[in-house]
């Protein structure tokens, strides 16, 4: 069984940071199209960054490049989101997903396109 879990949300002050995590199981992530994605209340969801490690690719949303970068422990089958100068307009639940890469790109799935594989969500609070 596939599944994601993030971890790491909070509250945080204008211009901090903050790293989330995403944990997989049944899965090997690094083969996977990995996201992240955040909705705020009464707004749509965003794609904010997607990253295909099988082809090297990486897209990142207007709103958070720049501040927001990921990485991976293959070792751990975990990637993180390193979010940095971080804004009350950043305030939203934050999720990661997963596809298979060869059925999307990664403009694609932070756009336009629903993965297949979600994490439950990690709220993330940027007050003073």
């Known amino acids: 069984q596939l599944q994601l879990v993030e971890s790491g949300g909070g509250l945080v002050q204008p211009g901090g940071s903050l790293r989330l995590s995403c944990a997989a199981s049944g899965f090997i992530l690094r083969y996977y199209a990995i996201g992240w994605f955040r909705q705020a209340p009464g707004k749509e969801r965003e794609g904010v960054l997607c990253i295909s490690y099988s082809d090297g690719t990486t897209y990142y949303a207007d709103s958070v490049r720049g501040r927001f970068t990921i990485s991976m422990d293959g070792a751990k089958n975990t990637v993180y989101l390193e979010m940095n100068s971080l804004k009350p307009e950043d305030t939203a639940v934050y999720y990661c997903?997963?596809?298979?890469?060869?059925?999307?790109?990664?403009?694609?799935?932070?756009?336009?396109?629903?993965?297949?594989?979600w994490g439950q969500g990690t709220q993330v609070t940027v007050s003073s």
């Open positions: 997903a997963a596809d298979y890469p060869e059925s999307t790109t990664v403009q694609a799935m932070c756009i336009s396109e629903s993965p297949p594989y």
